[in-house]
């Protein structure tokens, strides 16, 4: 039977505690992401660590508070599920011994799911606000001092920014839900370390690549995106979005790899990646096409390495 450590039974009452009151904060912009994160890596933990009674009371727990406060409603219920249950898995799924790269596909398909679940009920209200933020741009505007042709030009610019936030706001939403389970993981790790424990985690990032038959899934919506009715296009942009976000960060795996094969200095790395971010768009646009060319492409013999 497994002895608590004074480390164990601190990281378990904070968790617990973390897991009790994060719905509470939902309201609350960056304070509640910062605490659904939290909430993230306490249930992994308590999953790992096979601590299952724990964690379903604390969940139970956590939702009829909520609930007792708020109301009982399905964005809360989604909410909650949306940052427990996919934890819950990865955590179990590594004390299962499961790969780890396959059990962070499978514990992100779960977050996709979940926050899907929880945008297209309340899809309304999240384009409500981004109509609010932008009438409020646009009062400021009108109080301001500039002229009224480059007021024109910042309200169609602040426009077009909003539609495409729109447009592409499933995406987004998803990607930060997968970045929180990221950053649960990596504390997950972190904390392991800190107690000489084992950590499940990745391979070195020099060697991250995308799996080549994603290819033929970006190839099919691309085709979507050509020929497809305005709905299916929008779909088609949000997916193409989402796993183009992936194949960027395999991209600076690739130009990772060779920057330190030339050996260059940390100094020089860096400014490099400043450059890249300032491109914006463009940057990680090209950091994607790396990613996508390595991925069927193998310029660092990434197979031949598993294999060998």
Known sequence: MFEWSPADKIVTVLGILTILF??????????????????????MYLAFRRRAVILIAGALASLVMASSIFGFSLLLCAMWGSILIPATVMGWLLSAGA???RTF????????????????PERDLYYNMLNQAYDYFVNGLSAG????????????????????????????MALSAVAQLFVGWVGLIILFK??????????????WKMPEYYIYGIGVFLLIRLLGNEVMKVVADNV????????????FSVLEYYLKKIRLSLFLRILFYIGILLLQVPGLILAALVGFADSYFDFRKVKARLIG
């Open 105 to 120: 596909v499978i514990a992100a398909l779960f977050s996709v799911v979940a926050t899907m679940i929880m945008f297209w």
């Open 99 to 101: 790969p780890t790269s």
């Open 22 to 43: 994060f719905p509470l904060l939902i309201y609350i912009p960056v304070v509640n992401y910062v605490a659904q994160t939290g909430a993230m890596f306490a249930a």
């Open 240 to 251: 193409i979005l989402f796993i183009g976000f992936f194949y960027a960060v395999f991209g």
């Open 194 to 207: 800190s107690l000489n424990e084992y950590a499940p985690s990745f391979r070195n990032f020099l060697y």
């Open 145 to 172: 001092s500039l002229s009224q042709a480059r007021i024109a030009e910042a309200r169609d610019m602040m426009q077009g920014f909003v539609t495409l936030i729109k447009r592409l706001l499933p995406s987004l």
